[in-house]
């Protein structure tokens, strides 16, 4: 089974730009491993932010983007908020439709 | 309103089997790819298992042969047969359209 890698971590300061990114074992993410990017906070189920690398739902801040980048799938967010920290998950599928998530990453906004 | 409710969690021993129930309001569960994800305590995500519109049927490896997602097209209802329950099954259940929608999940604890 691929191995879907994120950052553990990341801090940043309030209204800085950051970028999450999430990569696969078995070499560049493309559009065809249809990625997802969800947020989870504390005590919260998660809700999807993007799905197919770029869409957005109604729910999702236009302070997130989804893209490619570098041959990994990233999600940039445009001035970090406190409402913002929380836990995300990217999720890419692969063939035989068995999808794999990331670990996840922390992000702190102080 | 679009929302999915699961219930059917609580405390199971080692080998027993539980079914977990997700009902969907505002949302047509067969006209869409509905997934069970589970996040163990403290844990990251874990995707279990998925089934089409068109009704096939995927699991993640350490589920396979134990568990069995179903629907009920009258009742717009998603299902997960859990059989042979072990510890490292114990996690938060949700179902999700994971393009949109998820329920708030239900907790499931296998323990003597």
């Known amino acids: 089974q691929a191995v879907v890698t994120q950052e553990p971590s990341l801090t940043v300061s309030p209204g800085v730009t950051v970028t999450l990114t999430c990569g696969s074992s078995?070499?560049?993410?493309?559009?065809?491993?249809?990625p997802y990017w969800f947020q989870q906070k504390p005590g919260q189920a998660p809700r999807t932010l993007i799905y197919?690398?770029?869409n957005k739902n109604s729910w999702t801040p236009a302070r997130f983007s989804g893209s490619l980048l570098g041959g990994k799938a990233a999600l940039t967010l445009s001035g970090a908020q406190p409402e913002d920290e929380a836990d995300y998950y990217c999720?890419?599928?692969?063939?035989?439709?068995?999808?794999?998530f990331g670990g996840g990453t922390k992000l702190t906004v102080l | 309103e679009v929302q999915l409710v699961e219930s059917g969690g609580g405390l199971i021993q080692p080998g027993g089997s539980l079914r977990l129930s997700c009902a969907a309001s505002?949302?047509?569960?067969?006209?869409?790819?509905m997934s069970w994800v589970r996040q163990a305590p403290g844990k990251g995500l874990e995707w279990v298992s998925v089934?089409?519109?068109?009704?096939?049927?995927y699991y993640a490896d350490s589920v396979k042969g134990r568990f069995t997602i179903s629907r009920d097209n009258s009742k717009n209802t998603l299902y997960l047969q859990m059989n042979n329950l072990r510890a490292e099954d114990t996690a938060v259940y949700y179902c999700?359209?994971?393009?949109?929608?998820w329920g708030q999940g239900t907790l499931v604890t296998v323990s003597s």
């Open positions: 505002g949302f047509t569960v067969s006209s869409n790819y």
């Open positions: 078995t070499g560049a993410v493309t559009s065809g491993h249809y």
């Open positions: 197919d690398t770029s």
């Open positions: 999700a359209s994971l393009h949109s929608t």
């Open positions: 089934i089409h519109s068109g009704g096939s049927t």
């Open positions: 999720l890419l599928s692969y063939s035989g439709a068995r999808p794999v």
